[in-house]
């Protein structure tokens, strides 16, 4: 409806409060999963992560089948504004998520989580004063299984560019930089405009003592970079 339009009018112009006024109002005419999952995503958005997780669950109540709650729940639990961040929770989400759809967007998600938790990415990855071997040793077990995960993903759906970006970015965490170009490489096929991807293949030709290279992918990487 208008109510409906206008909510995704002010979250796209980024007005989130307003936003969040309209949709109370929507929910108070009709509550949806749907309009559950958009309440739950615009309190994300305003760092109010205790109410979003409660609307998420109540999409969920609403329709159990419905992977987008999972989905957007596990954006929420990887936050870094989140003070109760959880990339554990967040993996768990995106399979819930994926196991309902069969979506492989949602699986590239997992796999995005796993190589989160295996960089560190988290709040509570690592306990204070454990030895860099194991930490380095952690790092590489999940980004193995981050790969494996994309690799699922490429091997159904050759064209997810975000798939091989997050491979190589996994390879590069990896410090094999070869895998790595490759990766990005194939990323920037399927979608040449992506500035990120460029810059990270600069990274990769300074990495390999290729200077004129990589200044070429820098500037590539500008040309893209809408910032």
Same mark, same amino acid.
């Given at each position: ?9 002010? @979250? ?9 006024? !309209? ?11 749907? =309009? !559950?999952?958009?309440?739950? +995503? ?21 329709? &159990? ?12 639990? +990887?936050?870094?504004?989140? &003070?109760? *961040? ?7 989400? =995106? ?20 190589? /989160? ?12 004063? /454990?030895?860099? %071997? $194991? ?12 790969? $494996?995960? @994309?690799?699922?993903?490429? /091997?159904? #759906?050759?064209?997810?560019?975000? *798939? +091989? =970006? ?16 490759? !990766? ?6 399927? #979608? ?18 290729? &200077?004129?290279?990589?200044?070429? @992918?820098? $500037?590539?990487?500008? =040309?893209? #970079? %809408?910032?």
């Amino acid at each position: 409806g208008i109510m409906g339009c206008k909510r995704m009018a002010l @979250f796209k112009l980024k007005k989130y409060s307003d936003a969040l006024k !309209c949709s109370t109002e929507t929910l108070k005419i009709e509550k949806t999963s749907n =309009f !559950c999952v958009w309440h739950g +995503w615009i309190l994300t958005k305003l760092d109010n992560y205790e109410d979003a997780m409660k609307y998420y669950n109540e999409a969920i109540n609403i329709s &159990p089948e419905d992977a987008e709650p999972h989905k957007y729940m596990g954006y929420a639990l +990887w936050s870094q504004n989140n &003070p109760s *961040a959880s990339l554990e929770k967040a993996i768990e989400s =995106f399979d819930q998520a994926w196991n309902l759809s069969k979506d492989y967007q949602m699986l590239v998600l997992k796999g995005t989580a796993v190589k /989160k938790l295996g960089t560190g990415e988290s709040r509570k990855s690592y306990k204070i004063g /454990k030895k860099s %071997e $194991e930490k380095m040793e952690e790092t590489k077990e999940k980004m193995k299984e981050a790969i $494996e995960i @994309f690799d699922e993903v490429i /091997k159904n #759906d050759v064209k997810n560019e975000e *798939a +091989w =970006f997050e491979k190589g970015n996994c390879y590069w965490n990896l410090k094999n930089y070869k895998e790595s170009e490759k !990766c990005y490489l194939e990323a920037c096929k399927l #979608d040449p405009e992506i500035a990120v991807t460029w810059c990270n293949l600069g990274d990769v030709a300074a990495v390999n003592r290729s &200077p004129n290279e990589a200044l070429l @992918f820098y $500037e590539k990487s500008l =040309f893209y #970079d %809408e910032t």
